[in-house]
């Protein structure tokens, strides 16, 4: 899907950028069977970003900058020149956008896309960098887009930086985007779910074999998520019922208990469901303190390189 979505070739280092981190990651091996080469993570303090779809992010430029410094630094990336880089979860919103027929021209299709967009985004197409991907038809047959946009105004603040030190981003995607990646491509088949943290809740993306099928943001506090969990896992027992064959979930994200969550999906599915490691998808860590929480996502754009 990825191949679609964003530029044909791609670098094998990533940088992963959150609100309180940023993680640098190279990758070696080959796709399923991946292996770290290097990567750090280094923290960043409070205030030094505001992640937000509508707000200027970078608050502290000079504490940002001086992160990305030491963070390829530690890596051991200080001549990687050409990166893929996946921004928090809430600079950018997802949506499955649905047409009820089909347009009679690529302009009229453009035209209602940028318009569903605009709906679905709360923001003018003009501002946003908008990736479509067309996916299967839904069970009445309409034809369907997996869409994300991040504002232009964002993305221009990012690579600011980026390239003031010299670098070239080709992939700039959401946090979510990047860790979906794991869990496309595989030939089982069969439907799997990620579970992904963010400031104030968490991006859930539901995916039938390799296509995103449901995609949702939600707003919770801590106390709140394992009730939000199950409301999405019965949402989709409602939704796929015997034909859905969900067996496993990635969680991502250090606020989550996972095996509450394993235990939470299973009972409302009525089967086993599994949480999925690192080594699942097909990435060996090694010891030295490195957490898939912080790298699930810049390694999972690196990993487009295989």
């Not at 009679?104 to 946003?128: C, M, T, Y």
């Not at 949480?275 to 010891?287: A, I, K, M, R, Y």
Request: proline share 4%.
């Amino acid at each position: 899907m990825f191949s679609s979505i964003t530029s044909p070739s791609f670098p094998n280092a990533a940088l992963g950028i959150d609100k309180n981190s940023i993680s640098a990651v190279a990758l070696q091996g080959s796709r399923r069977n991946l292996g770290i080469k290097q990567a750090a993570t280094v923290a960043l303090a409070d205030g030094v970003l505001d992640p937000g779809f509508l707000n200027t992010n970078i608050v502290a430029p000079f504490e940002f900058v001086s992160a990305l410094r030491e963070v390829v630094e530690i890596a051991g990336l200080l001549n990687q020149k050409k990166w893929s880089v996946s921004l928090p979860s809430n600079t950018a919103r997802a949506a499955i956008l649905a047409l009820d027929s089909e347009p009679a021209s690529n302009n009229e299709r453009d035209e209602i896309l940028d318009w569903k967009a605009e709906q679905s985004f709360g923001a003018p197409a003009v501002h946003l960098r908008i990736a479509m991907e067309k996916i299967s038809p839904d069970k009445d047959g309409r034809v369907r887009y997996f869409a994300t946009a991040v504002k232009l105004a964002v993305i221009d603040e990012f690579e600011t930086h980026f390239e003031a030190l010299g670098w070239k981003a080709g992939l700039i995607v959401p946090r979510a985007m990047g860790e979906a990646n794991w869990l496309m491509g595989g030939d089982s088949g069969l439907d799997s779910l990620l579970i992904s943290s963010n400031n104030d809740g968490f991006t859930a993306l539901l995916l039938k074999g390799s296509e995103p099928a449901v995609v949702r943001s939600v707003t919770c506090t801590a106390n709140e998520i394992d009730d939000e969990v199950y409301r999405l896992v019965m949402f989709y027992n409602d939704r796929f019922g015997a034909a859905g064959t969900l067996d496993s979930v990635m969680v991502v994200g250090g606020e989550f208990a996972t095996a509450r969550i394993q235990s939470i999906a299973s009972e409302a599915l009525g089967r086993d469901v599994r949480v999925l490691t690192s080594d699942d998808v097909g990435l060996s860590l090694p010891g030295g303190g490195l957490n898939f929480n912080d790298l699930a996502s810049p390694a999972g754009l690196a990993a487009l390189s295989f």
